[in-house]
């Protein structure tokens, strides 16, 4: 099935529009969400957990279809259906799992070295070379013949990017990068971030929930609410200016405010039988 033509402007790559998910009909995790990521930029999504900041990276990699709208890349509806332009697709997206998703029965280098054996014919030596300078990019060369097992938390992640980099992708995605992180593993992942995205001209994506980190590098922002839709969207400037009161109440962490502790349910006397 061939894809539908783009109206949105050529420094747009990837545009969700005006897209509606649920994994079931019993609760609607994006709700009518409109956003747009620019080419070679770094972009945050912002929001609590549960609020469909990951399923927004699952729609762009089309692992699920909308339920309603539609979600574009490079001008193309992305459409989980079609197998060959998924493929290719996916061949130009970097993935960056939350926790880091490698091979433990696989050494640092062979981690890395996977997606060079599994999407292209090039030579052992071609494949050594590149595995060899992505991980000098991240930091971890030396580490390159140790099993997971035998790295830190930090470095895995590290070793993460360098494979989310090695087929040299037009798009990252990056997927709560600062998590478990202590604060200078932090610093060093944010710092690789912006480094990768400025010397690659990659378009990177960033989910997340930590604000100041993540304003610290990107361009752009998008804060979701918790009921899916997009609260606001700006420069870190702008959103840390801004004073619509679950803007600020989650750039500032307060406790109180728009965003309840508890999760819609019934009261309590009644939930236990309790007579009033």
Not at 8 to 24: P, R
Not at 108 to 134: G, Q, Y
Request: charged content about 20%.
């Amino acid at each position: 099935m061939p894809s539908d033509p783009s109206p949105v402007n050529s420094d747009t790559l990837i545009e969700i529009d005006h897209v509606t998910f649920g994994y079931d009909a019993s609760r609607t995790i994006l709700n009518d969400v409109s956003l747009s990521f620019a080419r070679g930029k770094v972009t945050a999504i912002l929001g609590g957990s549960g609020c469909g900041k990951t399923t927004l990276l699952r729609l762009i990699g089309g692992v699920h279809a909308a339920t309603k709208g539609t979600v574009r890349f490079d001008g193309e509806v992305v459409d989980p259906r079609n197998a060959e332009a998924l493929f290719k697709l996916r061949r130009r997206l970097g993935m960056l799992f939350q926790f880091g998703a490698l091979f433990t029965d696989l050494t640092v280098f062979e981690n890395v070295a996977f997606p060079l054996r599994e999407h292209t014919a090039l030579s052992d030596e071609m494949i050594r070379d590149i595995v060899l300078m992505k991980l000098n990019a991240v930091g971890l060369r030396g580490a390159a013949p140790l099993r997971i097992s035998q790295v830190s938390g930090g470095m895995a992640r590290r070793v993460a990017l360098a494979r989310a980099i090695s087929l040299d992708p037009e798009v990252i995605m990056y997927d709560e990068p600062f998590a478990g992180l202590d604060p200078i593993s932090m610093g060093v992942a944010a710092n690789l971030i912006r480094t990768l995205n400025d010397t690659t001209g990659a378009t990177s994506l960033m989910v997340s929930h930590d604000v100041q980190e993540c304003f610290a590098i990107c361009d752009h922002a998008y804060l979701l609410s918790s009921q899916g839709r997009v609260v606001a969207h700006g420069t870190p400037a702008e959103l840390n200016a801004s004073e619509h009161p679950e803007v600020r109440q989650f750039i500032r962490g307060e406790p109180d405010g728009p965003v309840r502790f508890h999760y819609p349910a019934k009261p309590l006397a009644e939930e236990l039988g309790l007579r009033a």
